[in-house]
């Protein structure tokens, strides 16, 4: 399994440009999420999905749309990218929703927005 | 959501053990406990977790107190590679609340 796979690992961007940053799972996984982290700081959720078709707001969603048309598949959209979205990106998955699940993170995406 | 206190740093020596605690006093009786590391560069990676007993795998031992108020994390004899950022998370749904952790120097 090559787990969770996350692309690009860097991008920059010029203010107001938009991009997708994609993440993908192999392990059949229901659940996947969005994090951002800023630097010397903890993650924090951006969206989520329960399953293919199903997706949610996390604690800081604004300036990012997502959808999930495959279990596997899990892109975030940046639709008009500005200074404060430049901070490294980490995708998530889990085996099904629920707080007694391990949930495997991906390598990471650093966004700079110029 | 729990709030959690954590060290901002810990230091240990190679091989010896190493204990992080971390307080959750307003943790919920339906919460996992759940621990997370983060080596530099790289994304959280999957520690242990548990709800009332304590618990053991392969990385590590959670010792969660009676009252679910704080738990332990103990790395048994740490190496260089667990030099990580160490982030306890109480969880009662998918929002994993990540704070700022607990920084961990392993000393040759």
């Known amino acids: 399994n090559a787990g969770v796979t996350q692309t690009p690992k860097f991008q920059v961007l010029k203010t107001g440009q938009s991009m997708t940053l994609q993440c993908a799972q192999d392990?059949?996984?229901?659940?996947m999420s969005w994090y951002r982290q800023d630097p010397g700081m903890g993650l924090r959720l951006i969206h989520y999905?329960?399953?293919?078709?199903?997706?949610d707001q996390g604690e800081v969603p604004n300036g990012y749309n997502v959808s999930r048309s495959t279990t596997e598949d899990f892109p975030l959209r940046l639709l008009s990218a500005a200074p404060s979205q430049t901070s490294v990106y980490f995708c998530?998955?889990?085996?099904?929703?629920?707080?007694?699940?391990?949930?495997?993170f991906g390598p990471g995406t650093r966004l700079t927005v110029l | 959501d729990a709030k959690t206190t954590q060290p901002n740093s810990m230091e240990s020596n190679e091989e010896e053990p190493v204990h992080l605690p971390c307080n959750h006093s307003t943790i919920s009786g339906t919460d996992y406990i759940h621990w997370y590391r983060q080596l530099p560069s790289q994304g959280p990676e999957y520690v242990i977790h548990g709800l009332t007993s304590n618990v053991n795998n392969r990385m590590a031992s959670l010792a969660i107190a009676e009252d679910r108020k704080s738990s332990t994390l103990i790395l048994h004899r740490a190496t260089l590679r667990d030099a990580a950022v160490y982030y306890c998370i109480p969880l009662n749904n998918n929002d994993m609340r990540f704070g700022a952790g607990t920084r961990l120097t392993v000393k040759p």
């Open positions: 392990m059949n996984h229901e659940y």
């Open positions: 998530a998955s889990s085996y099904i929703a629920g707080s007694y699940n391990e949930q495997f």
């Open positions: 999905s329960v399953g293919a078709g199903i997706t």
